[in-house]
Every structure is written in structure tokens, then in C-alpha cells.
């Protein structure tokens, strides 16, 4: 099964300086891979994606993240942390291998801006 | 207009009842989704449904029954509640059922339950 690894449960970081959140993929074939956004009490929010392409991929609310085959990741990044970006970051891969196509998510990371 | 939307908000029940939680998206979609959040955050799918079909069974107890009336509605039945069925469940949609390009999910904003 295709599967995603979120190796930190919190990233801390100052209002103006970049973010990384970062993702490792596991899988077989062409990865498509997902960020997605929870704050809190909220559902999850589509933030951009990766198919095929252009290895940096832009998003919402001017994160991207990019996409490295040698090292199979796909890290978030931002050049400047806002406080409002301060939420539960989950990375996610489209697994075809079942009956039907699913998003598997990452464990989460979650995310502190402070001022 | 809420594009995906889930009631009730939040619920509250004893051991061993019986509840149900609806979802309804108005944008169009083929395919529906109910994903649990445990109390550590971690999501994982439970069913898929595609054009009221059954798509996506992933290892949940029977206790568990969705049903989908139409395209547009995806229900989850719950039987003789458990304290680990405390969490928050999430419905989704996508306009795309599988293995082509694959599009994005679009959420709820969750439904908390919580089994005392």
C-alpha cells in the first residue's frame, strides 16, 4: 500500500521566518501527493497538490512544496510564517492499490507561529 | 452555501445506542467519503461510496452501515455505540472515483462524537 511518513509532530517557528513541514512518500509507481490544511474544529482544507510536472508546486495562501524523487519527499514550505498559519498540516498519497482510489494521510504535523 | 455539510455538528450519546450522522454536498460529485479522526488526530478512511455504490470497505465493524440515497447524500449509521467510537467523523466528496486524474477532496466540518 502507498503510504506517507510525517516525521514531526510539531514545528515551531517565528512570524517572518520561513517553514518547512516536512512529508516522506512510500510508494509504487507515480506518486500523487496532497497537503492539506485542519484548523482548529474545522474540516481539512485542500492546500495544492503534485501529479506530474513542475517539481515545485504552488498553493494556497502562498505555500508550495516540492517534490523530490531521489529522496522521495514532498515538504511544505512557506517564505514567511503568518500567526494565522498556526494549524494541523496533513501530507496525503492517492493509493490505487484497494478496490478503489483513497487518500491515505500522514500522521500530522501541527504547526505554531508565534509572534 | 456550505459545499459539504454534515449534521449534527456534535453529539453526545450513552453506550449501546443507535445514532446516525448525514452528510449532504452540493457540488456536484460522484463520489462521497467517511473518514474517522481519533482522539490523536489520525484520519483514516472508512467507506467510499461512488453513484450510491460501494466502493471503499475498509476493516470497520459491522456496527457500522453507510447508505447513500442518491449522489448527493452519504449516511452513517452507527449501532450499539462503544466508547472507542468517541471521535470526530468526516464526510468528503471528489468529482473523480478513481484511476484518473485525481482530484482533490473537499470536507465537512466534522461531526464529534462522543460515547459516554
Known amino acids: 500500500a502507498q503510504s506517507v511518513a510525517q516525521p514531526e509532530d510539531q514545528v515551531n517557528v517565528a512570524e517572518g521566518n520561513p517553514l518547512t513541514v516536512k512529508c516522506t512518500y512510500s510508494v509504487s509507481g507515480n506518486p500523487y501527493l496532497f497537503w492539506y490544511v485542519q484548523y482548529p474544529n474545522r474540516g481539512l482544507q485542500f492546500l495544492l497538490k503534485?501529479?506530474?510536472?513542475?517539481?515545485l508546486v504552488k498553493g494556497s495562501y502562498g505555500f508550495e512544496a516540492e517534490f523530490n524523487k531521489s529522496q522521495t519527499s514532498f515538504h511544505l514550505k512557506k517564505p514567511s510564517a503568518l500567526v494565522s498559519d498556526s494549524a494541523l498540516y496533513f501530507c496525503a498519497v492517492r493509493d490505487d492499490t484497494g478496490t478503489a482510489s483513497k487518500l491515505t494521510f500522514g500522521t500530522g504535523t501541527r504547526l505554531q507561529v508565534t509572534l | 452555501d456550505t459545499a459539504v455539510s454534515q449534521t449534527p455538528k456534535y453529539l453526545v450519546t450513552q453506550m449501546g445506542n443507535d445514532k446516525s450522522i448525514k452528510c449532504e454536498q452540493n457540488l456536484g460529485h460522484d463520489t462521497m467519503y467517511w473518514y474517522k479522526q481519533d482522539s490523536k488526530k489520525f484520519l483514516k478512511i472508512m467507506f467510499s461510496y461512488n453513484n450510491k455504490e460501494l466502493i471503499i470497505n475498509e476493516t470497520v465493524p459491522n456496527r457500522f452501515s453507510p447508505k447513500s440515497p442518491d449522489k448527493a447524500h452519504l449516511n452513517l449509521h452507527i449501532n450499539s455505540l462503544e466508547l472507542g467510537d468517541s471521535a470526530v467523523y468526516f464526510c468528503?466528496?471528489?468529482?473523480?472515483?478513481?484511476?484518473?486524474?485525481?482530484?482533490?477532496?473537499?470536507f465537512g466540518e466534522g461531526s464529534r462524537l462522543t460515547v459516554l
Open positions: 468528503a466528496s471528489s468529482r473523480n472515483r478513481g484511476r484518473g486524474v485525481p482530484g482533490e477532496l473537499f
Open positions: 503534485y501529479i506530474t510536472g513542475d517539481n
